[in-house]
């Protein structure tokens, strides 16, 4: 993995850059993951053997638990941060490349929801061509900030 990797959240308003080694990437099943990332895992890749700057604002951080803070954009909500006592992780997808960021582990496994092993085996297609589905796709223009500083 590079040593200097950047990132951030889906508009732009909040930019970061990890210098360093990642440490293990994971998801985590957990239902407070679940609710965190609105989604049926939380990808999350550990940044506590590096260091990680906030190059463009900061993110806006809820306090999940006792113990545990996320950190998220204020703007656009994208997840962020898994902050504990033990380091912070950071969002797998947030980064502008998270093509070599694969999980190791899986956590969390209590919560992992009975169909999520079976995605594998759905069909797939790639955007366009569920044109007839939805045909506003091929007049889509994206507002997402781009993968880069």
């Not at 989604?39 to 806006?60: D, G, H, Q």
């Not at 941060?81 to 380091?87: L, M, N, R, S």
């Not at 960021?101 to 899986?106: E, G, M």
Request: hydrophobic share 35%; charged share 20%.
């Amino acid at each position: 993995m590079p040593a200097t990797r950047t990132g951030g959240c889906q508009c732009g308003a909040v930019r970061f850059r990890v210098e360093g080694e990642l440490g293990h990437a994971s998801i985590c099943h957990c239902r407070m993951c679940q609710k965190a990332y609105g989604n049926v895992f939380a990808p999350l890749v550990s940044a506590r053997e590096a260091t990680l700057i906030w190059t463009k604002a900061a993110p806006k951080r809820f306090q999940s638990s006792n113990l545990v803070q996320r950190g998220f954009c204020p703007d656009c909500g994208t997840p962020l941060t898994y902050e504990a006592p033990d380091g912070v992780a950071v969002s797998i997808a947030a980064f502008d490349d998270p093509s070599d960021i694969a999980p190791v582990i899986q956590f969390g496994t209590e919560g992992k929801l009975p169909w999520v092993d079976g995605l594998r085996t759905l069909p797939e297609r790639t955007t366009l061509e569920d044109i007839d589905a939805a045909p506003f796709l091929d007049k889509l223009i994206s507002y997402q900030h781009p993968d880069r500083d």
